[in-house]
Every structure is written in C-alpha cells, then in structure tokens.
C-alpha cells in the first residue's frame, strides 16, 4: 500500500486570466521576469570573450538564400503563434509541390482549432481499459484507440490551416503555372530583420516579392513588384480549405473536398478592404484583407478570391490579418509599418537573447553546428510560443492533428530559458498554470492527488486515446522548467508565480509510486509506458529515466518549498530514502528494470536510448558515472541506429557524453549522420514515420516523413548550451567540447543547467 502522504499544497490563488475551452481565441498572456535579477544559481562564471561577438554577423553568415525550386527549402515568417510559411515565389503559390516532395507552406495559429460534431456523444469512458496498479487497484485508461471513439477522440480538437494565398499568373498559352516556369529565382530570408525577399522572372518578366510577419498581430504583409502587375496578368488568390485530410496522421495535404460543409463569405467590402468570415466544425475567424491603390475582390469559386490590382504602377502591397470570432481587430497597419514593427523586433530578439560563434574554428564540423544553431533559434522563435504549446511540426504543417505532447514540452522549450528567452518560455508555461484544475481532476480520477498531466492534448486538457495515457516521463516536465525560470530569474516571484505548478506536480509524482513493503522500496508502476515506447506497459515497472527523474524533481520540489520558507514535507523525504535504484544488468544501465534485456536482444535497441538521460538531461541523480560510461559504449556500439531513433536523442546523448567527460564523442554523436539527423536547407529536421508513402510518389520513395520536427532543434540548442557554457561545478570553458585548440568557442548570456 502507498504510504500515507500529508494533503496537497492550499488551492492557487484567483488569477484575473480568463481561460476560453476548446478553441482559445482570444488568450493573451504577458509574462514578464523581475528586472535586474541577480546571478542565477549556477550561471555561467566563465569570462566573457575579450570582445563582443559581433551578432549581426554571426546570424547574416546564415542567412537562406535560394536559387532554385526546392520543396526542402521552404521558408517561414511568424510570430511564435503564427506562422506563414513561403515558396519559392515569396508566398503558396506551389503549396502542393512543396507538400508532396518536400516541407509545406501553410499558414497556421495555435488559436485556431475544430471540432466535429459529435451526435454519438463519444466520451473518454468509451475508449476505457482497466490495468492492475501493484496494491491490487484496477485503473481505466483511454487507451483504446482504433475504435470509433478512439478515432473520433483523437482527430477532435485538430488544429486547422487558417488560408493558402499564392500567385495567380495568367501564362500566354492560357496553362496553369508550374515550378518549371521560374526562371532566375533568387530568395533570401534575411534572419536578422524576419524578411522574405523573393526575385524571379516569369515569362521573361521580373517579379519582387516581400514577405513579412508582424511580431504582435496574426497578420501577414505583402510587396509585389511587377510590371505584369499593370497587364492584368498577375493577381494574388486567397483560397480556404475545409481543413487536412484526416486520413493522413503526419504531414497530411490540405483538404479542399466537399466545398458545401464549411462557409466563406465577404462579410464586408469597402474602399481598400474586405473582412472574410469563415465557418468550418463550429469554429469561427475572419480574415481581413487590406491593400494599396486600386484592385478589384472576385471570388471565381467556393472558398477562392482573387485580389486584382487594377491601374497599377508596377506595385501592390496588401496585408492578411487572421483574427477569432470575438476579436477586436485594429485598423490593419501598413506594409511598412509591419515591416518596421518586424525588425524592431528581430533586431531585440538576437541582441537580447545569448549567442554562440564558432568563427575562427578548425574542425570542419563547426561551421555546420554554426549553422543549425542559428537556423533553430529562428525556427523555434517564430513556432514555439503561442497560447497552446507546440505541436512536434510547430507551424510548418500537421502532425498527430496539431495536438501537443506534453512529454516533448522540455525539449521545445528549456532552451528558451537557457538562450535568454525565458519569456518565451512563460508563454508555454501559462498553459500549464492554466490547466492545473483539469489536471487535478485528472489525477483524482485515477485515484491520485496532486495535478496529473494529460499526454497528447489540444487546448483544454483532455487525453487522447492510445497508448498516450500510460506515458508518464512528462509528468515531472512542469518542475524541471519551473526551476529554469528561478535560476533565470532567482526571485520571490518566481517562486510564487510557479509554486502551485510545482507543488501539485510533486504531490502527483509521489502519489504515482507504491511501496514494496517485501522490498522496502517504491517502485514506479505499472502500469506505465516508458519513454521508450516498446514495452508492454500493463508489466512494465521500475524504467531507469523516469526513477531518476523522480527523483531528481522531487528533491527540487523539496528545495521550493526551503526557498519559500516552508518545511520539507517528510513523505517527500521518505520517498528520496527508499526509491528503487536504477535498474542495471552485467554492469551496465537498462531501460526497464522489470524487462532488463536492452543488451540482450537486438529488438529492444532501438527507439529513444533514455538509459542515458539520468546523467544527460539531468545531473545525474543515483547514477554512477562508471555504470554510465559502460552504458555509453554499449549504447554507441550496439544501438540500432537507422531504425527510428529520433531527432532528439542525438543530443541527449550528447549531452551525457559531455557530462561524462567525452567531449569529442558529444560532437561527434550531435551532428552524426542518420535518417533522422539531417538538416535541410532551411534547418528543418524531417523525421521517418511508420506511414507508407503516397501511392502517387516517385518510384522507389522513402516511407512519408515529419517533414518538420522542432524537438530536434529545440535538443540541439539545449545540448549546445550545455556543452558551451557547461552545467553546475564544471570550471573549464565550453567543457562540452574538445580541448585540443580545434574548437574557439565564444558565447554570451548562455544559462547553465543543472
């Protein structure tokens, strides 16, 4: 039986934010950090480089140009809760060329989701199975997926594409445009201002087009330069699909079938402007169209506008502003007012933020590492900060219907914290202070105190079938963020804005294990599934990740509570004393103490290698480091390497081979070649999935990928700072990377882990 516990934390106090269930539109979170903080527990004591690192250099050497029709080069304009994504033409002209070979363009909100209806009233309890707990309790979970329930549940809420706006060009032979027909294309996103310039011929006719985002609103600017643009010839075309083909779980096309079941209508048309309003499953928006000089709104089909200029002098500028039903919109800016906007804010991004330049560099592998640094601290800053958390495709496109997984929320955003972007951070932490009272009921419907938190979920906190539920290494996420914010800014406010997030995750944890009273021990499940998704969870007890992370987050909550004055709570302290120790066979780290054959058996060395993230992610809480190395090897000998590993483990391990004192094997695995480790032009890292390719691919196609996977990025920029600015009682400069004078390394305002 669980030992007895003292009551959860007293309930949060009221806040004045106003949560909106299911669609979130109009959320508005502003979080700020206290001014002037002192050093943060465990900050960087390395001295600063001899001279500032020239920052706008640094990020220009890597700035995107494009001088060809890539589908792998798509580029992105956003704001961290909306996105725009761009081809070659500076907008979506070709959005199914780019959808089918390579990363898509669409244009996505994290505000904006939809439900179908639901006549068969499908609930959670419809998707339920009963699993044993060790004291003999029988537990429903939702993991019953391939029923119509289960489907129904996990396609609902999915997050909708909000619009595709591409060229409309009328060709001289009366044929619709192609990628063939670019000629001369030169496009460059310029990352220091948030700029798309894109430059290119048709039919023997220059044509300039500006793409920019503005950093506050939902809203989308345009310059286009042409003298096609006084023919006629050239207009812009808005068109609304009914959402993405559900039939596809990762990267789906956009759906335009069945044009009768949603609605589009120009709700209002006067001067320079037009406000579309839009009803697809029981949502609402409205897009406001706005532009320069004289032009004509047509609409030649359900859903589709074209935006003609008319009498123009070789220029149009329009903005597309995308607001929820509800929305107060303001007068839609000017192009250049967004365009000053955008910079402004780009220009305080990269000189507020850290930085690391690894100029002046031998090893050949630097410029590259370079490189993906630069590209990822753009992705995620323009993907991984709205008012739900991301999804693993962030803006770029769908993936599992846009839902987030709390378990990758670390990996999206610690680095934040750690880059000087703490405030980015907030915004994903918002959600989760936010959804604490879901979470408590979560928890006490499986007969647990404490907050629980759901796995894969949309804007309000409701689980999704499968196998999701009985994942539990995301359950402690909530502390471990909570303690970048206080070591980012070590304050009374910190302590108290996040104690309740803290406290009530804590509660949880302890409440999950159960003491073996034959054992004298507590032990973790089952049932559970173990962040190494191969088990059977209904057996599955005592993973090596999740027993470190316990304890590692328990002992932290522990701390909070000594910060704020309170005493240490003693079942807490009881837990720290007797929880298992980290299972290990022939001396080395296994996954899963109740299935200790991670060496044993080829099947079982593949998926996420997180034996190794005790002394990686995390500092190392019951670890021996020999243990650790050994396990290591057998890790970089052993492991199945092409068979799904993902893009974050690269880093993870990494990370502990940094920690290890094994600097050249943390470069050496960060940027190994692998399926699932390789960076496009444009610093996406697609990932394999387990679909099968498109019956219409080309002969001899790869299974369908994850054309966009931001928990790479967001790993690779965690381990980066680690190995550079090191981690608690490390003294060396840039202790994660060899000392042999191949490397200069100089970097500013990193944060240090734990």
């Known amino acids: 039986m669980p030992a007895a516990r003292p009551a959860p934390s007293p309930p949060a106090r009221q806040r004045s934010r106003r949560l909106l269930q299911g669609s979130l539109p109009q959320l508005a979170i502003v979080l700020l950090l206290a001014a002037a903080a002192p050093p943060a527990p465990g900050a960087d004591s390395a001295a600063p480089p001899a001279s500032p690192i020239d920052r706008r250099a640094l990020v220009a050497r890597h700035n995107l140009i494009v001088r060809k029709v890539d589908a792998d080069a798509s580029l992105t304009v956003g704001n961290g809760g909306f996105a725009f994504g761009a081809d070659i033409t500076g907008l979506q002209t070709f959005a199914d060329h780019y959808q089918r070979w390579g990363v898509p363009v669409e244009t996505l909100a994290r505000w904006c989701w939809v439900t179908d209806p639901n006549p068969q009233g499908y609930t959670l309890a419809d998707t339920t199975k009963l699993f044993r707990h060790p ?82 609103l939902d809203l989308l600017a345009v310059r286009l330069e042409s003298s096609l643009l006084a023919s006629g010839r050239l207009s812009v075309r808005v068109a609304f699909p009914r959402g993405h083909d559900l039939s596809v779980k990762n990267t789906p096309p956009l759906d335009w079938s069945h044009p009768e079941s949603h609605q589009t209508q120009i709700a209002l048309e006067q001067g320079n402007l037009a406000r579309l309003q ?35 002098d070789g220029a149009f500028e329009f903005t597309a502003g995308f607001y929820p039903a509800g929305a107060s919109p303001p007068s839609p800016p000017s192009v250049e007012a967004v365009l000053e906007a955008g910079t402004a804010h780009w220009d305080r991004f990269w000189r507020r933020g850290a930085a690391v330049d690894f100029s002046g560099s031998t090893d050949p592998r630097a410029a590259e590492l370079e490189r993906r640094v630069v590209l990822s601290r753009y992705l995620v800053a323009v993907q991984m900060a709205g008012v739900v958390p991301p999804q693993e495709s962030g803006l770029t496109c769908a993936t599992w219907y846009g839902k987030h997984h709390t378990e990758m929320i670390w990996w999206h955003t610690a680095h934040f914290a750690l880059w000087g972007n703490p405030e980015l951070l907030e915004t994903n932490l918002a959600w ?3 959804q604490l009272p879901a979470a408590r009921e979560l928890a006490k419907s499986r007969g647990l105190r404490g907050a629980r938190w759901a796995k894969m979920t949309g804007p309000a906190m409701r689980e999704s079938p499968g196998g999701n539920p009985l994942i539990v290494w995301n359950q402690p996420h909530p502390i471990h963020l909570g303690e970048l914010l206080y070591r980012a800014a070590p304050s009374s406010r910190t302590l108290h804005q996040y104690r309740d997030l803290v406290f009530d995750t804590a509660e949880c944890l302890a409440a999950m294990l159960y003491f073996d009273e034959a054992k004298g021990v507590y032990v973790l499940g089952p049932p559970l599934w173990i962040a190494q998704e191969i088990y059977d969870p209904a057996t599955s007890q005592n993973p090596s990740f999740e027993l470190a992370y316990w304890r590692w987050a328990l002992a932290t909550a522990q701390a909070w509570r000594q910060r704020l ?37 080829l099947a079982s060395r593949h998926d996420h290698p997180t034996m190794l993230a005790p ?38 391990i990494a990370m502990t081979a940094a920690r290890l004192g094994r600097p050249e094997t ?89």
């Open 135 to 216: 004291d003999g309790r029988q537990v429903g979970y939702p993991t019953q997926a391939a029923t119509p329930a289960g489907d129904w549940l996990r396609k609902n809420p999915r997050i909708h594409p909000l619009a595709q706006i591409g060229l409309d060009f009328r060709k001289a032979d009366g044929s619709p445009l192609t990628p063939d027909d670019i000629r001369k294309p030169e496009q460059t996103l310029d990352l220091w201002r948030g700029v798309i310039t894109s430059q290119y011929e048709l039919e023997g006719r220059p044509v300039k087009i500006l793409t920019v985002c503005h950093p506050k």
């Open 278 to 312: 839009r009803h697809v499953s029981g949502t609402a928006y409205h897009v406001i169209l706005a532009w320069t000089g004289q032009a004509r709104l047509t609409s030649p089909a359900p859903h589709e506008f074209r935006l003609e200029p008319e009498k123009s």
């Open 432 to 434: 989760f202070q936010l």
């Open 565 to 601: 004055g309170l005493d240490r709570n003693p079942a807490w302290d009881h837990i720290l004393d007797h929880l298992a120790p980290l299972p290990q066979k022939d001396g080395k780290y296994v996954a899963l103490g109740s299935h200790p054959d991670t060496f044993d058996n």
């Open 615 to 652: 002394l990686g992610l995390l500092p190392g809480p019951g670890v021996d480091r020999v243990t650790m190395n050994r396990t290591l090897d057998a890790v970089l000998q052993s492991w199945d390497w092409e068979t799904k590993i993902w893009g974050w483990d690269y880093p993870m």
């Open 666 to 754: 943390a470069v050496e695995i960060l940027l190994r070649d692998g399926p699932n480790n390789r960076y496009l032009p444009n610093g996406h890292c697609p990932q394999r999935s387990d679909e099968a390719a498109p019956k219409s691919s080309r002969p001899g196609a790869r299974k369908r990928e994850i054309a966009a996977y931001l928990p790479a990025n967001g790993a690779l920029l965690s381990a980066v700072a680690m190995m550079a600015a090191g981690w608690d009682g490390t003294t060396n400069h840039a202790p994660g990377f060899p000392q042999d004078g191949t490397w200069r390394i100089r970097y500013e305002n990193l944060q240090r882990l734990p």
